[in-house]
């Protein structure tokens, strides 16, 4: 019988191993769009890793594409969390509040959620009625990953995953 | 892809006077040189910055206005005592023997 933790487990291996696909796309430099597409799916698996233990409707999160800024709203009720990085719960929720932007910004790229925006996969008609592939688009996402709030977010999407279980399974 | 019109110690200094100015919390920047790779390698010191345990680092590909490989990572002050004394490892290939400092002081004279 398949129960809530074998989905979990799922969710974190598959998070897991598209954050390596984004540091090595990152590394080899790959164009901005797959290395966004990378990040992307990575944070929705690891919110949902996290989000289908307790959401009651088990399709409605594995379907969604929403799970990274629950997710973040979610941990930083995490007492576990708190003692390991040896802050206090508003000083994370302060923290966490501050990369919700950035957060939110990965999670419209999937392409469910973008609508007309940017979105790293499919190439769509912009608002001045040009055709755009993503290959051609710059992501002005990117340049926010370069600022200290990026890099912050970025450890703790590396962190999570790292340390899931002791933070939320055990 | 970009041209490097600047030397990367140049291009070094105009970041770590960047960061300073946008990061009050921001201590100390390590800037890990290396003759065997053209990256600026750099270690930031913030309080400001999650405790993790880990050196993380992240990689940047040059811009016009960075025109080399950029990689960058972030500690708390603790985690960089931590790293003094071994505890914490540092990235593989970034030395502690071969690295320079810019303070707060030194940059915003």
Redesign the interface.
Same mark, same amino acid.
């Given at each position: 019988m398949i129960d809530r933790r074998d989905w979990q487990l799922a969710f974190l291996n598959q998070a897991r191993t598209d954050w390596e696909a984004y540091k090595k796309a990152e590394e080899l430099m790959w164009p901005v769009c797959h290395r966004l597409h990378f990040l992307q799916m990575a944070t929705e698996k690891l919110g949902k890793a996290l989000l289908v233990a307790a959401e009651s409707n088990l399709g409605e999160i594995t379907h969604s594409h929403s799970a990274l800024v629950k997710f973040m709203r979610v941990v930083s009720n995490n007492l576990d969390l708190h003692l390991q990085l040896g802050l206090t719960k508003s000083q994370l929720k302060a923290q966490f509040k501050g990369l919700l932007p950035i957060a939110h910004e990965i999670e419209i790229l999937a392409p469910a959620l973008a609508q007309d925006g940017p979105n790293p996969e499919y190439p769509r008609l912009d608002k001045s009625g040009c055709l755009c592939a993503p290959f051609d688009y710059s992501f002005p996402l990117i340049r926010l990953l370069e600022s200290h709030q990026g890099i912050r977010l970025l450890k703790y999407i590396e962190y999570f995953p790292a340390e899931f279980e002791k933070l939320f399974l055990d | 892809m970009s041209q490097n019109h600047k030397s990367m110690e140049s291009v070094v200094k105009e970041i770590v006077q960047k960061?300073f100015d #946008? $990061?009050e919390r921001l201590e100390k920047v390590l800037w890990f040189k290396s003759e065997a790779t053209p990256k600026i390698r750099l270690l930031e010191i913030?309080s $400001? &910055? *999650?405790? &993790?345990g880990?050196v993380?680092s +992240? +990689? +940047?590909?040059p811009s016009d206005e960075v025109p080399y *490989? #950029?990689i960058?990572a972030?500690v708390t002050p603790e985690e960089w005592q931590k790293i003094l004394r071994r505890e914490i490892n540092l990235p593989e290939g970034w030395s502690l023997e071969n690295h320079k400092a810019f303070a707060r002081e030194m940059v915003m004279a």
């Amino acid at each position: 019988m398949i129960d809530r933790r074998d989905w979990q487990l799922a969710f974190l291996n598959q998070a897991r191993t598209d954050w390596e696909a984004y540091k090595k796309a990152e590394e080899l430099m790959w164009p901005v769009c797959h290395r966004l597409h990378f990040l992307q799916m990575a944070t929705e698996k690891l919110g949902k890793a996290l989000l289908v233990a307790a959401e009651s409707n088990l399709g409605e999160i594995t379907h969604s594409h929403s799970a990274l800024v629950k997710f973040m709203r979610v941990v930083s009720n995490n007492l576990d969390l708190h003692l390991q990085l040896g802050l206090t719960k508003s000083q994370l929720k302060a923290q966490f509040k501050g990369l919700l932007p950035i957060a939110h910004e990965i999670e419209i790229l999937a392409p469910a959620l973008a609508q007309d925006g940017p979105n790293p996969e499919y190439p769509r008609l912009d608002k001045s009625g040009c055709l755009c592939a993503p290959f051609d688009y710059s992501f002005p996402l990117i340049r926010l990953l370069e600022s200290h709030q990026g890099i912050r977010l970025l450890k703790y999407i590396e962190y999570f995953p790292a340390e899931f279980e002791k933070l939320f399974l055990d | 892809m970009s041209q490097n019109h600047k030397s990367m110690e140049s291009v070094v200094k105009e970041i770590v006077q960047k960061h300073f100015d #946008l $990061e009050e919390r921001l201590e100390k920047v390590l800037w890990f040189k290396s003759e065997a790779t053209p990256k600026i390698r750099l270690l930031e010191i913030n309080s $400001e &910055t *999650p405790a &993790t345990g880990m050196v993380q680092s +992240f +990689f +940047f590909r040059p811009s016009d206005e960075v025109p080399y *490989p #950029l990689i960058i990572a972030e500690v708390t002050p603790e985690e960089w005592q931590k790293i003094l004394r071994r505890e914490i490892n540092l990235p593989e290939g970034w030395s502690l023997e071969n690295h320079k400092a810019f303070a707060r002081e030194m940059v915003m004279a």
